[in-house]
């Protein structure tokens, strides 16, 4: 078989070399030629630039990498022999050179835009079939990247990881010294305590002190844990980074390409080691006496307790600020293939300029194109569909009640579609996306529960005296927003399930979203407004009113612009998604 770049041989090494005999006037296969006998050419590659016999020719058509050449038959190949072409992407002054982690005796050359990751030949061939994946070559798509927009967009969420990683570690530097400073207090406490009764309770101080210090210890443990990672990981950003800024200013494309995939990985890495970091609870602690002990000092087997509570590392309250407002404009969501007043009951932006709706009157999933103001595709579901969530940059999750079922879709060449779905055991309504957890609620009864990506439960949380009728969702590191028309509530829960805030100043809360800063835009279908609480739900102010039955709604950080849905039963009204800036 052809294979692109291979030189041809000696004797045929010139289209214009003279033959010396009518055996040198035939045109034969160039890669045969090289390795074989010698065959007559059957065709020609216009991409390799090769004569190809008829077995070569057959071979080349079906070939994973050479099935998209152009072949010219015998009656039009040309007839003399050209010169193979070394490479299409001469210009550029980088190789293919970097190995498969796999494979380490194959170079990495393709990338799957399916599965995000760099493919060596031989991974192309046994994981990633054409019929499956779309996989690029790395030439083919690198031309561009210098000092493009995924290149500036990289290095500013390095930088911006960064600052947010140093910011995490002095939240916990801060937190471990108020922990320790309360500990300081408690044992102050105890020894103010400890005077007051007799020598016979030495044994039992020294217990609660050796426990205040076990604490400490620990405490100071994590945060040198947490300082050692941080420095870890930032050479780690910083080498990323300088690696990144080098390969652009080389102009090496292909190496810049890859180290921008690799760089998206070692961002996700970090966001992982920040869940890990955070997963430690670090405690005010105080000493609370036991006044019993005074009457039953032989009975007694300890000198009190320490008691604590948990700092909260997101969320804290936070001053809503003030914004001005403008109307922006609208959209029409209706198409030909509606046969009914639109209902968009939710949504979610894939890119700032690309939002999904979800129809429930017309079972469908549509994209809208923010630029063109259009609906770009419409996918038809099997059922009515109610929230939606955006999982990764190319992929979606829909809730549909009826059915008890989560509907994945992905999103290719600007087309939505439909992949595979998860069976859940409930009416499932709300739904929301975080670092590969989808938090899911439920009515009849009400509850919560949290998925992996393939639909294991990995928490169910009872909605019983907290929840009646949880339609939406929505959730970020530290918490679950979750807003309920019937208990005029949006209340707030952490991961654990239970409730750390609830915020009671709405008539009907519907759609929600969050905002760059950890504020919650809630849509109050009944006084006909949209409000903006506090992350700790313990404040509120009106941002939008005067609206018509707003339902849905959508923050985009970037443009600062809020998305929202109307359901007033009148066309005019719902069959279009509205847009206000707010600054």
């Known amino acids: 078989m052809a294979v692109s770049g291979k030189k041809a041989s000696k004797q045929f090494s010139s289209s214009t070399t003279s033959m010396a005999s009518d055996e040198d006037l035939q045109i034969y296969c160039q890669p ?44 039009n190949m040309p007839k003399v022999l050209q010169q193979p072409s070394t490479s299409i992407h001469t210009g550029q002054s980088d190789v293919l050179t970097t190995p498969c982690l796999k494979h380490p005796q194959e170079m990495i050359k393709f990338y799957c835009n399916d599965h995000k990751k760099l493919l060596c030949s031989v991974c192309v061939t046994l994981e990633h079939q054409a019929t499956s994946c779309k996989v690029d070559y790395i030439p083919d798509i690198s031309g561009d990247i210098i000092d493009s927009k995924q290149y500036q967009d990289i290095l500013k969420t390095l930088n911006h990881t960064s600052d947010q990683f140093q910011q995490m570690v002095e939240d916990v530097k801060n937190m471990t ?59 780690s950003l910083k080498t990323s980074s300088d690696n990144i800024k080098q390969l652009n200013t080389s102009k090496q494309a292909n190496k810049l390409f890859m180290e ?43 000198l009190g307790t320490l008691s604590h509570k948990t700092f909260h590392k997101e969320c804290q309250s936070v001053q809503i600020k003030s914004r001005q407002t403008s109307h922006a404009r609208k959209i029409s969501v209706e198409t030909s293939k509606d046969e009914y007043i639109c209902y968009i009951t939710g949504m979610t932006l894939l890119t700032p300029g690309l939002l999904i709706i979800t129809d429930y009157n017309n079972d469908a999933v549509k994209m809208v194109d923010i630029s063109s103001q259009s609906v ?13 969530t955006t999982v990764t940059s190319t992929e979606l999750a829909v ?39 989808l938090v899911v609620s439920f009515l009849n009864p009400a509850k919560l529960q949290i998925f992996d990506m393939n639909g294991t439960i990995l928490t169910t949380i009872d909605g019983k005296n907290i929840f009646k009728y949880p339609w939406y969702i929505t959730c970020n590191r530290s918490s679950i927003y979750v807003s309920d028309w019937d208990m005029k509530t949006v209340t707030r829960l952490n991961w654990q399930g239970d409730v750390i805030g609830s915020y009671s100043g709405m008539s009907d809360p519907r759609g929600m979203s969050l905002s760059d800063d950890g504020t ?58 509205h847009i206000y800036k707010l600054s």
């Open 32 to 75: 045969c030629d090289e390795e074989g006998p010698r065959l007559p050419a059957h065709g020609y590659c216009t991409d390799c630039k090769e004569h190809l016999c008829k077995n070569c020719f057959t071979a080349h058509k079906v070939s994973r990498l050479s099935k998209h050449h152009t072949l010219q038959d015998a009656t």
């Open 177 to 235: 010294n108020k922990s320790n400073s309360s500990l300081k207090d408690a044992l102050a406490a105890i020894k103010k305590f400890r005077q007051e009764i007799n020598q016979r309770l030495d044994e039992l101080e020294r217990q609660a002190e050796d426990a205040a210090k076990g604490i400490e210890q620990e405490n100071n443990k994590h945060l040198k844990a947490a300082e050692t990672t941080y420095e870890d990981i930032t050479k």
């Open 260 to 302: 921008l995939k690799l760089a998206e990985k070692t961002i996700q890495n970090v966001e992982g080691k920040t869940q890990q970091l955070l997963s430690y609870d670090i405690k005010e602690h105080n000493f609370r006496s036991n006044d019993v002990i005074l009457n039953f000092l032989k009975t007694e087997k300890s």
């Open 376 to 388: 770009s595709d419409q996918l038809q579901l099997d059922d009515i569909p109610w929230d939606i």
């Open 399 to 437: 809730t549909l009640p009826d059915k008890q079922t989560i509907q994945f879709i992905s999103i290719s060449s600007n087309k939505l579609i439909k992949k595979h779905t998860v069976k859940v055991d409930g009416e499932c309504y709300g739904i929301s996306c975080y670092q590969g957890k």
């Open 520 to 577: 919650v835009f809630v849509c109050d279908w009944e006084r006909n407004v949209i409000e903006e609480i506090s992350g700790d739900c313990s404040t509120g102010k009106v941002v939008l009113q005067d609206l018509k039955r707003p339902w849905a709604v959508c923050w985009c950080g970037e443009t600062k612009k809020l998305y929202y849905s109307c359901n007033a039963l009148d066309a005019k009204y719902d069959n279009f998604i």
